[in-house]
């Protein structure tokens, strides 16, 4: 599910974002190259948190087939973040857990998702499905000011979830099955592709099937990679996973909830 890989190079920060993410080439076990985009635990709001719910929703993403970047643990050693060239970026490094979280830079070519683009013909079920990820996660963080949407031609890639999975304390949260549960996905500013699924016939039985799917098994396998370095959130990871297998096991209704909303 996840490589393990080591920093080797800093190439800089990614232009946007609000945690500085840094670009990385890390070598593998077999000392090839891969090329990173990370985010390190310091520069979150929730710290090691952010990073667990990133890991598991990408986990959960690729498991449902769902466009996410390949991701990677990225180990950070103290010589590699004493030779970072940018003073802030090294500071927080060193304030960061050891382990960082990497996503596989995408080919050249995508381009963060703009305001007023049509969804291709070819990419309407995708983005269907993206929505429905979304819903069934509490990822409120894929907006039309804030898309965390990369494309290229028809193809989309889903980046940034350390948001996802927060229901404790959100003030009128339900879990997604229940009706009313998604009444504020109804807005046009609530989600990135709100107003043009909406009253389109939509088909979800392809990611519900890969949904169900998810075993306990398998979610006991997305708690056991997670590193020794992120227990601090070990409350964060079991409350993920716990949400990930009560909306498999209640899928049907939530999933009659999310076409309801986007009627």
């Known amino acids: 599910m996840f490589d393990l890989v080591t920093a080797v190079r800093y190439d800089g920060r990614v232009q946007s974002g609000r945690t500085m993410p840094v670009r990385l080439a890390c070598e593998t076990a077999v000392r090839e190259e891969v090329e990173v985009v990370a985010k390190l635990s310091a520069s979150c709001d929730r710290g090691v948190a952010a990073l667990v719910a990133e890991a598991i929703a990408a986990i959960l993403a690729a498991d449902l087939d769902l466009p996410v970047p390949e991701p990677f643990l990225v180990r950070l050693e103290p010589d590699f973040i004493d030779a970072i060239a940018d003073p802030e970026v090294a ?69 940034d979830h350390e948001l996802a999975f927060i229901t404790e304390g959100v003030i009128g949260w339900k879990p997604p099955w229940q009706v009313g549960a998604l009444d504020s996905l109804r807005r046009a500013q609530s989600h990135l592709f709100t107003e043009q699924l909406r009253g389109k016939e939509l088909n979800f039985e392809r990611v519900a099937g890969a949904w169900t799917a998810v075993t306990d098994v398998r979610l006991s396998e997305y708690r056991g990679v997670l590193p020794t370095e992120w227990d601090a959130a070990s409350d964060s990871a079991n409350a993920a996973l716990s949400h990930i297998a009560a909306v498999r096991d209640n899928l049907d209704m939530a999933l009659q909830e999310i076409a309801r909303v986007l009627l």
């Open 91 to 159: 500071a927080i490094a060193r304030k960061s857990r050891s382990i960082a979280f990497g996503s596989k830079k995408l080919p050249p070519g995508y381009t963060t998702w703009p305001v007023g683009k049509t969804i291709p013909k070819d990419a309407l079920a995708v983005a269907a499905e993206i929505f429905a990820f979304d819903a069934l996660i509490a990822n409120a963080d894929r907006r039309i000011d804030n898309p965390n949407c990369l494309f290229v031609g028809p193809d989309i890639a889903i980046i």
